[in-house]
């Protein structure tokens, strides 16, 4: 299996060149399929030299963590597995050896030495919250709500549900969204005095209460 990457910062390969002199910066690509060939007859409009090439072309470790036989991994340490990329019209048109790269390098060509500096493909880090998914589907869904007095409002639906004085629990308000809004006690402790409330934030950066909860 090969990759291709698209480099997201070439409009920006000046700002690098300038800023990452004398230190080792992380450039980030992302990934799709790559080929590490020259047989490509297209010209590059930007080549990378003098990098630490981690282009995740191997497969993938075994199920205890040891990694693949054909991965760069050495005397117990990773290494790079090549050290020049080829970039054309925003897509890389090859990854490996500068003297192959270079092949690629026509008059208008940018050659920018990265000194050095590490190269790996972008990632992309999905992922879910297994508790907080199924806990979620007994708490009062906040998802998407737009105001203050939408959020309350389920609450009190929540609460006509639930003995007096029992625990409600609800998650999704957007803390970045309502960052100049946030919500106080007062509204939430006026329609639901009789149970303590604690709403969790989307992102779990905050948590709106009422008054009972305070006083728990």
């Known amino acids: 299996m090969t990759l291709r990457f698209i480099f997201e910062c070439v409009s920006a390969r000046h700002w690098f060149a300038k800023c ?8 980030l690509i992302s990934c799709s399929a790559l080929k590490t060939t020259t047989e490509n007859p297209n010209t590059a409009d930007l080549i990378l030299t003098n990098a630490r090439v981690y282009t995740l072309n191997w497969d993938e470790p075994a199920l205890n963590g040891t990694p693949a036989s054909n991965a760069p ?25 500068t003297e192959d790269a270079v092949k690629l390098q026509q ?26 998914l199924g806990a979620k589907l007994s708490r009062v869904d906040l998802t998407d709500v737009a105001t203050e007095e939408e959020a309350v409002a389920l609450v009190v639906a929540k609460a006509k549900t639930v003995k007096k004085g029992e625990w409600i629990f609800g998650v999704g ?4 969204a309502w960052a100049n809004r946030y919500p106080d006690k007062t509204l939430l ?17 905050a948590v709106w209460v009422n008054q009972a909860t305070l006083d728990r």
């Open 173 to 176: 308000w957007d803390e970045g």
């Open 73 to 97: 991994f050495r005397n117990a340490q990773w290494h790079p597995d090549a050290e020049a990329v080829a970039i054309s019209n925003g897509e890389i048109l090859f990854v490996g050896s």
């Open 107 to 132: 008059a208008t060509t940018e050659v920018i030495d990265l000194n050095g500096a590490t190269v790996i493909p972008g990632l992309v880090d999905s992922h879910t919250h297994f508790i907080e």
């Open 189 to 205: 402790t006026e329609a639901v005095p009789d149970h303590p409330v604690v709403l969790f934030s989307l992102h779990g950066f």
């Open 20 to 27: 990452f002199v004398g230190v080792i910066p992380v450039f």
